[in-house]
């Protein structure tokens, strides 16, 4: 009969690793407590992949389901996590691939699993947000996200009314948006053409474009070094997740 490590060795995939599923598959086969073939696979040198619940790999992730949640929503602690053996065993009935997409969709981790590839986090994951934006002398924002977001509209559009309608807001409030970045800016940002013919519409002059290109390199740059700057500063170096 083989050995459990034999076993293992047997079922590892191409890149040399042992997949949550297999590990499972190992386990009901030899009968051999899914702790034990977790631990002996971590003495072998071998990893484990794919997580079966979707905390680590690139298993394909199902629609959150309402149903699924009420089954999960008893067992979540107050860090609105749930134990693996518990997700696992609420799976028997609608499948890994639903859990996946739901614990996803609700910001649900696991913790405690079966296999010990992981325990509980030693600290919160930071995250670093950036917004930048342009304003005159009278601190009012002349041009940011949102006047981007309006210009970029009403390019699709080719209307001021429909970009504004797409963006939640009402005409005159899209109009005043543009008119104090021409004001500020002394030049035309959109022109409109009125009738019914093909050269109808509105559409962006070259300097609103210039100024669009601009705004997005500046806070793409402006990104890039903050993020570096951030983890330079808030975040230690660890691996792809950091575990006690």
């Known amino acids: 009969m ?29 009968k051999v407590p899914i702790g034990e073939v977790g631990q002996k696979t971590k003495d072998m040198g071998i990893r484990i992949s ?14 959150y389901s309402k149903d699924v949640y009420e089954k999960l929503k008893p067992f979540l602690n107050d860090e609105n996590k749930i134990t693996c053996a518990k997700a696992r065993s609420i799976a028997s ?8 997409g739901t614990l996803e969709v609700k910001n649900i981790d ?30 009012e924002l ?27 807001m009402n005409y005159k409030k899209a109009w005043s948006h543009i008119k104090l970045l021409q004001n500020n800016l002394d030049d035309t940002l959109v ?24 705004y997005r390199q500046l806070q793409k740059e ?8 951030f983890k330079e500063l808030f975040l230690k170096p660890r691996n792809k997740r950091d575990f006690k």
């Open 2 to 30: 083989s050995s459990i490590e034999e076993i293992i060795k047997e079922n590892l995939n191409e890149l040399g690793k042992l997949t949550c599923a297999q590990a499972y598959k190992i386990s009901a086969k030899t």
């Open 50 to 63: 794919e997580c079966g619940l979707g905390q680590f790999g690139k298993l394909t992730k199902g629609e």
């Open 93 to 100: 009935g609608v499948g890994l691939k639903s859990i996946r």
């Open 110 to 139: 696991v913790n405690f699993c079966e296999l010990g590839c992981f325990k509980k986090k030693k600290r919160t994951r930071l995250y670093l947000k950036t917004k930048t934006w342009i304003e005159n002398e009278k601190k």
């Open 142 to 168: 002349l041009f940011g996200k949102g006047k981007t977001e309006i210009l970029l509209e009403i390019k699709r559009t080719g209307s001021i009314s429909k970009a504004a309608q797409n963006l939640g």
């Open 191 to 214: 022109i409109t053409q009125k009738g019914g013919g093909a050269d109808s519409g509105t559409t962006l002059t070259p300097l609103a474009n210039e100024y669009i290109d601009k």
């Open 222 to 229: 402006i990104e890039e070094f903050a993020n570096q700057r």
